[in-house]
């Protein structure tokens, strides 16, 4: 009676732990595998919209090398652009991603952080690329949220950018991004 009981409760204890394991969803690399190379020393010089994107909380901007303009890199935030030349930066390895960057400092810290880091994701729908293998970009047109007009995701830009509307998948595309606020120097080195 006591095996069978035994036996009962253990079924009970493995089923419901599968369940919970199937609720989960799946689980992504906080980082992705895809090369990004961008390095620049004096933010506030080379471009006072990512400056800002880098020392406000909330604020975010995109960095691209748009079609018809290769000598020169462009910051666009909600409100304010600026362009810079290719030429005059220091490291002229140049790797934006997919097709473009979105650096900022989100408004809330991340799970065991103690305060806001600067964060860097790709400008590119994760969803749209691994689903259909398309480099879509996304537009970033509402503060905290970037959206994709081909799959009508949204993704939180202060919360890991995971996706708050929409069907569920994958969160945005992260790279490794380091801001040293002593030199005004931002690297993101993803290769």
Do not use: W
């Amino acid at each position: 009676m006591k095996s069978t009981l035994r036996r009962a409760i253990a079924v009970i204890i493995l089923s419901s732990a599968g369940v919970l394991f199937q609720a989960c969803g799946p689980v992504y690399d906080m980082y992705c595998n895809i090369r990004a190379h961008f390095v620049i020393s004096n933010v506030i010089s080379v471009s006072p919209t990512l400056s800002r994107s880098c020392t406000s909380l909330g604020e975010f901007c995109t960095i691209t090398n748009p079609v018809g303009d290769a000598l020169r890199i462009h910051f666009k935030s909600i409100g304010t652009s600026d362009a810079y030349n290719k030429t005059a930066l220091l490291d002229r390895t140049i790797i934006l991603g997919l097709g473009g960057l979105i650096v900022g400092l989100p408004s809330i810290a991340e799970q065991l952080e103690q305060e806001p880091k600067v964060v860097c994701f790709d400008l590119t729908c994760p969803n749209c690329y691994e689903e259909y293998n398309i480099s879509h970009l996304m537009q970033y047109a509402r503060l905290g949220y970037v959206d994709c007009t081909s799959c009508g995701r949204s993704y939180d830009l202060n919360n890991s950018g995971i996706v708050s509307s929409g069907e569920a998948g994958r969160p945005l595309f992260r790279y490794r991004v380091s801001f040293y606020p002593s030199t005004n120097s931002l690297s993101i080195d993803n290769r």
